[in-house]
């Protein structure tokens, strides 16, 4: 996957964290910020999205005012490593709307799943009757959030200051 990082410049770079803020502003507003018309960012916007440094607009739903208050980050270890083995597991995975991210990781385990559930009871018969009969699932490990410090979804964006 090519970077974006040399062809952003600083306005591209400040649209960006604009939009990671709110994505519903308008052009017009967000011209208040940025010295350009409006007819500018949305070319600008545009291009953004066909390079893939916006990937999508969408909104984020607070998980615990829609009643999933279990929020659980789930180590998994697999049977065996290969190819079939994790393709298999991903496209299991890809299946469960409860898993918010999956990421392969090194360490102790092969996996670490964000995984939201109503209560603990649901986790639970989330855990024994969906996640773990995935083929070649052998252990899983779960930690319960007590409480969130902090989540975000913007990414941060000093790096890019005077790039272009």
Known sequence: MKSLVT????????LLALLQEDATRTHARLSEDVPLS????????????????????VALLDAERLGLGVVAFTSVMLERHGERVAEDFHAGVRRLPEVQECHAVSGEADYLL????????????????RLMPLRGVANVKSNIVLETVKTTSALPLDHLAGKG
């Open 38 to 57: 409006p007819s500018q960012i949305q070319r600008r916007v545009r291009r953004l999205e066909e390079q893939g440094a916006i990937a999508r607009t």
């Open 114 to 129: 964000r995984i939201v559930a109503p209560d603990l009871r649901s986790f639970s018969d989330f855990l024994m009757h």
């Open 7 to 14: 062809s952003l410049d600083p306005l591209d770079v400040r």
